[in-house]
């Protein structure tokens, strides 16, 4: 079943089902119903970076260097895991600028030059060919491996005329349907959504067929992992395969290759394309950042084995290599596995050429040609002409010729070299895009004439160390290039650059082309300032992270027609597609008409943008030039643009700032408004407790007056009795009044203090004499125990002596009468001294112990047990002991007696005279 | 003012770790002629810390509870 028919038949099927995958693509992504919106889709088509070279060349590779193949799947990964600053900084610059390719990219980044964009082109173009040799080779060998079936190498290229090569017709069909998919609409925008779907269905493909190729070697033709490795290491020369430092030539190419082809993941045409333009959403980099490098350890999880399989099955057959994929399979007549293979390796060859070709194509029609055709008069620039299909035209044309490029170097070069060793070349020219981009996203400083220097350089240096030798061991410069050096100059050698010697050709270019293309970028960009078209993209690239940044609009000044603008976008968009996009810009700025938009700086720049989608930011920026009278702006007016930009910053960060500590504030204001609303209801709770205080003793007088008054024949006893509560109620006004005046006084700080050298001692001794008529009505006895002689304090005699009465008088009133016992305690420390009078009355509850020290508030239930005193003793007291820097508190159990204690530092000199 | 500057300090650290294991001279610690179960220890240690890599990087990044945080402090 391995007949040409067949296996061209099962080809143009598969075609035709990722065409149809295609197409379902673009039809549901015109509906708005995205079907590459998906993280996993992006990280499948990030996986085009595997291509023929990986499905078939890494056998090949390991066959030879063993592990050697790894570092280009290393290198992608490490940078995969800087994917979360480098690839979102590239997204987002390249979505705020409709970034088109990378050239596009670099150009943008540069002030926009087209000089740049198209030496960029040239060089991508220059150093992808031989990549896409690459594929053509491989497809071509593996289909002439296929219907030679069961020979297991193919029969040598005769050299024969062009149209009797495979490889030819089979550029033409690649070219064919790299037209359908990337160029088949009519708008000619940078998104391909049917073509990534395409692609994300070819890497499921490739990694199954090659994971099948890899069981089956495994499991099929040896028995497991295990017993594969084994005999492999029995034999010595196979044994070394499995170590890095014998089987590849150092660790320098080692480290070499992991740089190379971190840079490719970043820098290739195609890598750029899929990663950067085609991304749906920067929510997407999150999965991909894993998944990706997941991906590639599967794929590559079975090379070793199968490299080792076939050295031992086919050892001394002079089997190639970079065919074991294939011929594994073959030589076990597992016809429809080989089948499975040869489509996988079309799914890899494919998605390769069809994403790179579109990305060269755009590059060569946005960067390259374009400005060349607006720069001739003859294109007649200010006819009204619609210019869409041109812009395909040239696009389907670039397909055509880069992939007839790439058959030329095929036919020139290809046979010399092993899979790996062409795909170096190119991997090695798009590394020198790498000082140019990343320096151009991460330093203000770089400037045009720099990145031209530093490509001009690097390129220089790659072509003379690997693309020229290249040609000459395929015979087509002569082979004393190579061992004499150019015009026999030793120093000259290419791959002994300036005697260097000792690192393998692609460290040696790696080496050379980057000494040159970063030493030119930093000097030649360190000779002259920035312009000011240099200044104003720097900070859309450099700042592309930062959420406030100047948009371009801010960077524009002039005047233009809105007419004009929309008249040139749709001779590049199509005038349908142009109408709508201003239709819409119209609505977004509250304008039902757009013939009524005014051409102010954010039009020209929406129009910009749009242009920029089409042909490349450099192209668009000189067709809106052509039709908007610009005022071009000096470099200090961009730096003034940038400076207020940055000081809007500034201002918001102060701004953010300062909203922040309003919100503290307020909280603090809420908390303060809060005690005082508590103030006041305390306040309305005391007017309440006092007209409830002073209603008390003024009921009973009124009361017993009443009665003296209306009835005179009350007997004379009677008469003295209601006088005298009459005098003791009044007497307990005038003393609420008094303590109530006290109180406000001491809380208002209206309070006179009379403060001296006090001897506590005598206060207490003095206050038990002003109380002792009271103890001895009640027969309550009193102990004292004072200390010997205490240091003088500083305070208010009469206060405290105030204070001690107080809780004496409290005292006694809550003690048995004639078995009560009073003791009154000085104790003098080292810092304070200490007064406590304790009773052996009824004590006081627990939960009555804080609200005593309340105003108005007193021990024991109120409705029960009529109240005694004022209910201010001890607050007031409390207030006292306070403002002379003392504690007054309540020890007791209910049932053992109460002590109420106070302690006054003894170092107070500060009290009482500030309040 | 960066989302997830967290994550993006963590997947460097993990780019600074992947440099060291992939390199010399951590790798040629492994490399020589041995087996692990019954793998050549180069390619055992290669495919180990590869995996071991990718599930690190897996982790960083699809941390959901972080992610809240990060998105509100951002």
Redesign the interface.
Known sequence: MLQGPVVIAVSFLYLALLFAVAYWGDKRADAGRSIISNPTIYALSMAVYCTTWTYYGSVGRAAVTG?GF??IY?GP??V??????LLLKMIRTAKANRITSIADFIASRYGKSQLLGGLVTVIAVIGIVPYIALQLKAVASSYDLIVGYPALIAPAESGSSIFADTTFYIALILATFTILFGTRHLDATERHEGMVAAVALESVVKLMAFGAVGLFVTFGLYGG??DL??RA?SDPQL??L????SGSRS?AT??SL?LLAGLAILFLPRQFQVTVVENVSEAQL??A??LF??YL?LIN?FV?PIALGGLMRFAGQGVDADTFVLTLPMSAQQELLALLVFVGGLSAATGMVIVETIALSTMVCNDLVMPLLLRTKTLALHTERDLSGLLLSIRRGAIVLILLLGYLYFRLAGDAYALVGIGLISFSAVAQFAPAMIGGMYWRGGTRNGALAGLLAGFAVWAYTLLLPSFSKSGWLPASFISDGLFGITLLKPHQLFGLAGLDDISHCLFWSFAANIGAYVVVSLLRAPTAAEASQATQFVDA???TRPVGSALWRGSADAADLVALVGRFLGPVRAETAFASYARRHGLADPSKLEADADLVHYAEMLLAGAIGSASARAMVASVAKEEPLSLPEVMNILDEASQLRSYSRELERKSRELEAATGELKAANEQLLEVDRLKDDFMASVSHELRTPLTSIRAFSEILRDDPKTALPERERFLGIIVSETERLTRLVNQILDMAKIESGNAEWLVEDVDLNSVVEQSMAATSQLFRDKGVALSLDLASSVPLIRGDRDRLMQVVINLLSNAVKFVPPNDGRVTVRLMADNDSLRVSVTDNGPGIRLEDQAVIFDRFRQGGDAMTSKPTGTGLGLPISRKIVEYFGGKLWVESEPGQGASFIFSLPLNNNENGTNE | ??K?TL??QR??A??LV??IL???PV??LF???A?L???????AY??GA??G??LL??WV??RRSDQRTERSGG
Do not use: H
């Open positions: 592990v790894l570092p290393l990964t490490l995969m895991t800087l994917g979360g600053f992992i295990g490795f084994a290491m044994a070394k499995t170590a890095v430092a660790y080692w480290f992991t999150k999965r950042i894993w490098p997941l350890l999880l070793l992270l930062k959420t | 003012m960066q997830s994550t993006g997947l460097v993990v780019f992947g440099c992939f390199n010399y790798l040629s490399d020589r002629v087996t179960f019954d793998l050549p220890l180069v390619f290669l495919f590869w995996g890599l990718i990087m897996a990044v699809e």
